[in-house]
C-alpha cells in the first residue's frame, strides 16, 4: 500500500430507487467553509501565543481535534479564508493552517434482494466467507458519512450511535441518504427474510454524521469523525469521499487511527481521473476502485498507482425513509471493502492493520494486467480467501498482542534545567512494533511521531520560566499504549545577575589583589563564576563567596579590564566588569661590577681579594678571565665570612665562572686565587 499524502469529497453516488427517494447533492457555493480554517500550530508553542495569534486576526476557536492538535478556527466578518491563511502562514508558531474544504460524496446510476440482485457480493466470495465468520460483536466497524436511517427496517440491531459532528449531538440520523446507502452495503441487517444481505452481520457499526443534509463534509469534520472512531476502537472506517485536494489534517488522523489500530478505507472518486484523490491516495489509507458486474474496469472510476484494491460499484442497498434502491458508484465499492475488513479482524483479533492490509491485497483475484495495475490495484476483493488467510494467520503472534510497548523520556532528564531551544529525545520499544510516539508538555500533546528517531526541538523561550513536565505515550498496531513516567525540568531563559564588588571600578591594585564577585539566579541558581583580565580566563569558582586572588605582578603596569561572568545551572550567562589600574613598586635592577688586578708575581700575593655589597636576596654570578698559563681559581664567602661556592678548574690560561644564589643582603667576597704561575685578569661580577 502506498504512503502518499492528500484529501476528498462524496465519491459520487447515482441512484435509482425502488422504495423511498433520495434528495439530491447540491453544490455548495465555495469549496470550503468560508468563514472558517484549520490551524495547526508548533508543538511547544504556549496557550499565550496561540491566544495572541487569534486575537490578532479578531478569530475564535470554534472547535478542537485534541488527537492530533488541530483547530477548527472561526473568522470575523470581512477576513476572508485566504487573507486568514496569509496571515497565519507568516506567524512562526504555525505548523500549518488550510481551507476547511468540502468533501462530496461519491455516488453514478447502476442496473441491477440476495438471491437474484446482489449477485455481485455472491461473486466476491460472501457464502463460503460467511461460513468461516458472520463477523464478530467484538469488533466495530464505523461508517463515516451523513448519518443513518436507524429506523430502517433492514438495519435494526446493527447501528450504534457514534456523533454527529454537523449539529454536534449524539444523534446521527441520516438527513441527506447517502450514508443510509453507503451503511447499507456493508451492514444492513442479514438472514433476516427481508431485504438486503449486508457484507457483515455481526460486527456493530458505528455512525458518525460528517456530512450536511446535502450530503457534504468538511475536512475538518472528518478528521473529527475519524479520531473519534478510532478512539471507539473502530477497526475499519469507511469514507466514501473523494477530492484532488491534499489536506494535512485528515492526514493527521488517518495515521492516528492508523496506530490506534484501525484500517482506513476510501472510495477513489468518479472523475475517471488519473489524478490521486484523498483520502484514498493518503498513506496507511485502502484506496478502492470501481469494477461492473462483469469484472470490467468501470468507466467513470479513478485510477492510479494509489488504488489498492476494486469492488463493484453498484449495489442493491437501503435508502432513507425504509426504502430500497439501486446505487452505483465508487462510494458503494468502498464499504464492500470495509465490510470485509470486518469479518477479517473478526475471524483473527491479533491482525495489525498492515497485516489485515496484506491479507486483503493479497488474497485479492487478479484482474487486468497481471499483477498490480492502475486499474485494478492488487484486484477484486475475495471475501473467502482474505478470511480465510485471516483464520489461519499467526497474527500478531498466535494471540492478542496484550502487551504496551514501553516509553521513557530519555533526554532532557527529569530534574533538568533547559533553556532556549532544548532537543526532546524519547525511546520506545514494544515486543511487535511501535506505530505512534506522542509526546506531552504540560498534559498537552504538542508532537507526534511514527517512526524513529523519536527526537522533537522545543524552544523554552515560548514557556514561562519554572518547572514544566514532558511525558511520552507509545502505541503499537494492536492498540495497547505504553505512558512514560511524567519527568519535570525547570525552563530557566532569565540570566543570573552579576556583580564585582571588590575592586571597584577606576581603583589602583598592586600585589595580590582579592577580586570579589556577588551572583544570583532566582530558578535555577549559580552554577559557576569565571573571571577574565583583559579577555584571558584567570580562574572559575563554583561555590560562594566568589573571591579569586589576582597576583597583580603578572600583569604590566597600567589600565586592565576585570571581568566575572556568571552561568547558571541552564547555562544562562551575565557578566560584570571593572576596570583598574595596576601600580606596582619597580624591580631593583642587578648590579654589575668590573675589578682587574694581577696574581702570583713576585712582588704581589697570589690571593686577590674583591668586595660586593648585595642590597637583597638574590643571584650572584661572577666570571673571571685571565690570558697565559698560569691557574686561577675563583671563590665566593658570605657575610659571615664562609665560603659559599667556588670554581677549581686545572687548566692554565681561560676562564672561571661561579654563580650562588644569595639568601640575605650583606658584604660578599670574592677571591681569585693563583695556584700555578702569574697572570694579569678581569673579574666581572652582577649581584642585587
Same mark, same amino acid.
Request: proline share 6%; net charge negative; glycine share 10%.
Given at each position: 500500500?502506498?504512503?502518499?499524502?492528500?484529501?476528498?469529497?462524496?465519491?459520487?453516488?447515482?441512484?435509482?430507487?425502488?422504495?423511498?427517494?433520495?434528495?439530491?447533492?447540491?453544490?455548495?457555493?465555495?469549496?470550503?467553509?468560508?468563514?472558517?480554517?484549520?490551524? @495547526?500550530? /508548533?508543538?511547544?508553542?504556549?496557550?499565550?501565543?496561540?491566544?495572541?495569534?487569534?486575537?490578532?486576526?479578531?478569530?475564535?476557536?470554534?472547535?478542537?481535534?485534541?488527537?492530533?492538535?488541530?483547530?477548527?478556527?472561526?473568522?470575523?466578518?470581512?477576513?476572508?479564508?485566504?487573507?486568514?491563511?496569509?496571515?497565519?502562514? /507568516?506567524?512562526?508558531?504555525?505548523?500549518?493552517?488550510?481551507?476547511?474544504?468540502?468533501?462530496?460524496?461519491?455516488?453514478?446510476?447502476?442496473?441491477?434482494?440476495?438471491?437474484?440482485?446482489? /449477485?455481485?457480493?455472491?461473486?466476491?466470495?460472501?457464502?463460503?466467507?460467511?461460513?468461516?465468520?458472520?463477523?464478530?460483536?467484538?469488533?466495530?466497524?464505523?461508517?463515516?458519512?451523513?448519518?443513518?436511517?436507524?429506523?430502517?427496517?433492514?438495519?435494526?440491531?446493527?447501528?450504534?450511535?457514534?456523533?454527529?459532528?454537523?449539529?454536534?449531538?449524539?444523534?446521527?440520523?441520516?438527513?441527506?441518504?447517502?450514508?443510509?446507502?453507503?451503511?447499507?452495503?456493508?451492514?444492513?441487517?442479514?438472514?433476516?427474510?427481508?431485504?438486503?444481505?449486508?457484507?457483515?452481520?455481526?460486527?456493530?457499526?458505528?455512525?458518525?454524521?460528517?456530512?450536511?443534509? =446535502?450530503?457534504?463534509?468538511?475536512?475538518?469534520? #472528518?478528521?473529527?469523525?475519524?479520531?473519534?472512531?478510532?478512539?471507539?476502537?473502530?477497526?475499519?472506517?469507511?469514507?466514501?469521499?473523494?477530492?484532488?485536494?491534499?489536506?494535512?489534517?485528515?492526514?493527521?488522523?488517518?495515521?492516528?487511527?492508523?496506530?490506534?489500530?484501525?484500517?482506513?478505507?476510501?472510495?477513489?472518486?468518479?472523475?475517471?481521473?488519473?489524478?490521486? =484523490?484523498?483520502?484514498?491516495?493518503?498513506?496507511?489509507?485502502?484506496?478502492?476502485?470501481?469494477?461492473?458486474?462483469?469484472?470490467?474496469?468501470? *468507466?467513470?472510476?479513478?485510477?492510479?498507482?494509489?488504488?489498492?484494491?476494486?469492488?463493484?460499484?453498484?449495489? /442493491?442497498?437501503?435508502?432513507?425513509?425504509?426504502?430500497?434502491?439501486?446505487?452505483?458508484?465508487?462510494?458503494?465499492?468502498?464499504?464492500?471493502?470495509?465490510?470485509?475488513?470486518?469479518?477479517?479482524?473478526?475471524?483473527?483479533?491479533?491482525?495489525?492493520?498492515?497485516?489485515?492490509?496484506?491479507?486483503?491485497?493479497?488474497?485479492?483475484?487478479?484482474?487486468?494486467?497481471?499483477?498490480?495495475?492502475?486499474?485494478?490495484?492488487?484486484?477484486?476483493?475475495?471475501?473467502?480467501?482474505?478470511?480465510?488467510?485471516?483464520?489461519?494467520?499467526?497474527?500478531?503472534?498466535?494471540?492478542?498482542?496484550?502487551?504496551?510497548?514501553?516509553?521513557?523520556?530519555? +533526554?532532557?532528564?527529569?530534574?533538568?534545567?533547559?533553556?532556549?531551544?532544548?532537543?526532546?529525545?524519547? +525511546?520506545?520499544?514494544?515486543?511487535?512494533?511501535?506505530?505512534?510516539?506522542?509526546?506531552?508538555?504540560?498534559? *498537552?500533546?504538542?508532537?507526534?511521531?511514527?517512526?524513529?528517531?523519536?527526537?522533537?526541538?522545543?524552544?523554552?523561550? #515560548?514557556?514561562?520560566?519554572?518547572?514544566?513536565?514532558?511525558?511520552?505515550?507509545?502505541?503499537?498496531?494492536?492498540?495497547?499504549?505504553?505512558?512514560?513516567?511524567?519527568?519535570?525540568?525547570?525552563?530557566?531563559?532569565?540570566?543570573?545577575?552579576?556583580?564585582?564588588?571588590?575592586?571597584?571600578?577606576?581603583?589602583?591594585?598592586?600585589?595580590?589583589?582579592?577580586?570579589?564577585?556577588?551572583?544570583?539566579?532566582?530558578?535555577?541558581?549559580?552554577?559557576?563564576?569565571?573571571?577574565?583580565?583583559?579577555?584571558?580566563?584567570?580562574?572559575?569558582?563554583?561555590?560562594?563567596?566568589?573571591?579569586?586572588?589576582?597576583?597583580?605582578?603578572?600583569?604590566?603596569?597600567?589600565?586592565?579590564?576585570?571581568?566575572?561572568?556568571?552561568?547558571?545551572?541552564?547555562?544562562?550567562?551575565?557578566?560584570?566588569?571593572?576596570?583598574?589600574?595596576?601600580?606596582?613598586?619597580?624591580?631593583?635592577?642587578?648590579?654589575?661590577?668590573?675589578?682587574?688586578?694581577?696574581?702570583?708575581?713576585? @712582588?704581589?700575593?697570589?690571593?686577590?681579594?674583591?668586595?660586593?655589597?648585595?642590597?637583597?636576596?638574590?643571584?650572584?654570578?661572577?666570571?673571571?678571565?685571565?690570558?697565559?698559563?698560569?691557574?686561577?681559581?675563583?671563590?665566593?664567602?658570605?657575610?659571615?665570612?664562609?665560603?659559599?661556592?667556588?670554581?677549581?678548574?686545572?687548566?692554565?690560561?681561560?676562564?672561571?665562572?661561579?654563580?650562588?644564589?644569595?639568601?640575605?643582603?650583606?658584604?660578599?667576597?670574592?677571591?681569585?686565587?693563583?695556584?700555578?704561575?702569574?697572570?694579569?685578569?678581569?673579574?666581572?661580577?652582577?649581584?642585587?
Amino acid at each position: 500500500m502506498r504512503r502518499t499524502w492528500g484529501f476528498l469529497p462524496l465519491a459520487g453516488l447515482f441512484v435509482s430507487v425502488l422504495l423511498g427517494m433520495g434528495a439530491a447533492v447540491a453544490d455548495p457555493p465555495t469549496p470550503y467553509v468560508p468563514d472558517q480554517v484549520l490551524v @495547526k500550530f /508548533r508543538p511547544g508553542t504556549p496557550a499565550s501565543e496561540v491566544a495572541r495569534a487569534h486575537a490578532s486576526a479578531h478569530a475564535a476557536i470554534r472547535d478542537e481535534i485534541p488527537q492530533i492538535g488541530v483547530q477548527i478556527v472561526g473568522l470575523p466578518p470581512g477576513l476572508s479564508v485566504g487573507k486568514a491563511i496569509g496571515f497565519y502562514e /507568516r506567524n512562526p508558531n504555525v505548523e500549518f493552517v488550510e481551507p476547511d474544504y468540502y468533501v462530496e460524496p461519491a455516488l453514478t446510476p447502476n442496473d441491477p434482494w440476495y438471491a437474484n440482485w446482489q /449477485r455481485d457480493l455472491q461473486q466476491m466470495g460472501s457464502e463460503a466467507a460467511w461460513d468461516i465468520t458472520t463477523g464478530s460483536s467484538s469488533v466495530p466497524i464505523a461508517i463515516l458519512d451523513s448519518g443513518a436511517d436507524f429506523d430502517h427496517p433492514d438495519l435494526q440491531g446493527r447501528l450504534v450511535a457514534g456523533w454527529d459532528f454537523v449539529a454536534d449531538d449524539a444523534d446521527p440520523m441520516d438527513e441527506h441518504w447517502h450514508g443510509t446507502a453507503v451503511t447499507g452495503v456493508a451492514g444492513a441487517t442479514t438472514n433476516n427474510a427481508f431485504g438486503i444481505a449486508g457484507v457483515t452481520w455481526q460486527n456493530p457499526v458505528l455512525v458518525v454524521r460528517i456530512g450536511d443534509s =446535502h450530503g457534504y463534509a468538511t475536512s475538518g469534520r #472528518m478528521a473529527q469523525g475519524i479520531t473519534h472512531a478510532a478512539d471507539q476502537g473502530a477497526r475499519a472506517i469507511n469514507l466514501s469521499f473523494a477530492t484532488p485536494s491534499y489536506l494535512s489534517t485528515v492526514a493527521s488522523a488517518v495515521s492516528y487511527a492508523w496506530s490506534r489500530g484501525a484500517v482506513t478505507v476510501a472510495s477513489a472518486g468518479n472523475e475517471s481521473s488519473s489524478a490521486p =484523490h484523498y483520502p484514498a491516495a493518503l498513506p496507511n489509507v485502502v484506496g478502492v476502485s470501481g469494477i461492473t458486474g462483469s469484472d470490467e474496469f468501470i *468507466y467513470y472510476s479513478n485510477y492510479g498507482t494509489w488504488v489498492d484494491v476494486c469492488a463493484t460499484a453498484g449495489s /442493491r442497498t437501503l435508502m432513507l425513509g425504509g426504502g430500497i434502491g439501486d446505487v452505483g458508484g465508487t462510494s458503494i465499492s468502498a464499504p464492500y471493502v470495509t465490510g470485509l475488513f470486518g469479518l477479517v479482524f473478526s475471524a483473527n483479533t491479533t491482525l495489525t492493520p498492515q497485516q489485515a492490509v496484506d491479507i486483503v491485497c493479497q488474497t485479492a483475484t487478479d484482474l487486468g494486467d497481471p499483477g498490480f495495475d492502475e486499474y485494478y490495484g492488487s484486484g477484486k476483493i475475495d471475501l473467502y480467501r482474505a478470511v480465510l488467510a485471516a483464520s489461519e494467520s499467526g497474527g500478531g503472534g498466535g494471540g492478542p498482542d496484550t502487551t504496551a510497548p514501553s516509553a521513557s523520556v530519555t +533526554s532532557p532528564a527529569a530534574g533538568a534545567a533547559v533553556s532556549s531551544e532544548t532537543a526532546i529525545s524519547v +525511546s520506545a520499544t514494544d515486543d511487535v512494533g511501535v506505530t505512534l510516539v506522542d509526546l506531552y508538555l504540560d498534559g *498537552y500533546l504538542v508532537g507526534s511521531l511514527a517512526t524513529p528517531p523519536y527526537e522533537w526541538i522545543w524552544d523554552t523561550t #515560548m514557556d514561562a520560566d519554572g518547572g514544566h513536565t514532558l511525558q511520552a505515550v507509545a502505541y503499537d498496531e494492536a492498540g495497547n499504549v505504553g505512558e512514560s513516567s511524567v519527568a519535570t525540568v525547570t525552563v530557566d531563559n532569565s540570566p543570573p545577575s552579576t556583580v564585582i564588588l571588590d575592586p571597584t571600578d577606576g581603583s589602583l591594585v598592586s600585589g595580590t589583589a582579592p577580586v570579589t564577585a556577588d551572583a544570583a539566579d532566582a530558578v535555577t541558581g549559580v552554577r559557576e563564576v569565571r573571571f577574565y583580565v583583559d579577555d584571558i580566563w584567570q580562574a572559575t569558582k563554583s561555590q560562594a563567596p566568589y573571591v579569586w586572588s589576582w597576583d597583580t605582578t603578572t600583569s604590566s603596569q597600567g589600565w586592565h579590564s576585570v571581568v566575572a561572568r556568571a552561568v547558571d545551572v541552564a547555562g544562562n550567562e551575565d557578566a560584570a566588569s571593572v576596570t583598574v589600574e595596576v601600580q606596582n613598586a619597580s624591580d631593583p635592577q642587578p648590579v654589575t661590577e668590573t675589578f682587574t688586578g694581577g696574581v702570583g708575581f713576585r @712582588k704581589k700575593s697570589s690571593v686577590a681579594t674583591h668586595v660586593l655589597l648585595v642590597a637583597e636576596g638574590g643571584a650572584i654570578s661572577a666570571s673571571l678571565i685571565w690570558g697565559g698559563k698560569a691557574d686561577l681559581d675563583l671563590c665566593v664567602y658570605s657575610p659571615a665570612g664562609d665560603l659559599v661556592t667556588s670554581s677549581v678548574n686545572r687548566s692554565r690560561g681561560g676562564s672561571e665562572e661561579v654563580s650562588y644564589t644569595a639568601a640575605e643582603a650583606g658584604t660578599y667576597a670574592l677571591e681569585v686565587v693563583a695556584v700555578k704561575g702569574k697572570a694579569n685578569y678581569t673579574l666581572t661580577a652582577t649581584h642585587p
